[in-house]
């Protein structure tokens, strides 16, 4: 399995940006379908975005959709998430997720190596 932290995380203003990152250690990543999940306290882990192993496909939450952007360099063994126009409600813990092989779902579930999360606040 892929070893996965994130960062980036912080405080920022609504409507501003963010930019998280997951490094990945390990010479698989580009086998991996990677994704970005958001967690608040008292709620499931939810699903934000999702990308494909070459990078050619996304997938994202109808609540981010038109303000965040996933994004990968298989080079780098890095993926990104692009957060604009930022609300209070993207308040949360976010989580980046790897599996193996191809996956176009949302579950939780499925996907089997996990970051520790990075904390994004935003303040109204």
């Known amino acids: 399995q892929v070893q996965l932290v994130e960062s980036g995380g912080g405080l920022v203003q609504a409507g501003g940006s963010l930019r998280l990152s997951c490094a990945a250690s390990?010479?698989?990543?580009?086998?991996?379908?990677m994704g970005w999940f958001r967690q608040t306290p008292g709620k499931e882990r939810a699903f934000v975005a999702a990308i494909s192993r070459s990078g050619a496909y996304t997938y994202y939450a109808d609540s981010v959709k038109g303000r965040f952007t996933i994004s990968r360099d298989n080079v780098k063994n890095t993926m990104y998430l692009q957060m604009n126009s930022l609300k209070p409600e993207d308040t949360a813990a976010y989580y980046c997720a790897g599996r193996p092989g191809s996956y176009s779902g949302t579950y939780t579930a499925a996907f089997s190596s996990w970051g520790q999360g990075t904390q994004v606040t935003v303040s109204s």
């Open positions: 390990g010479r698989t990543f580009d086998s991996y379908t």
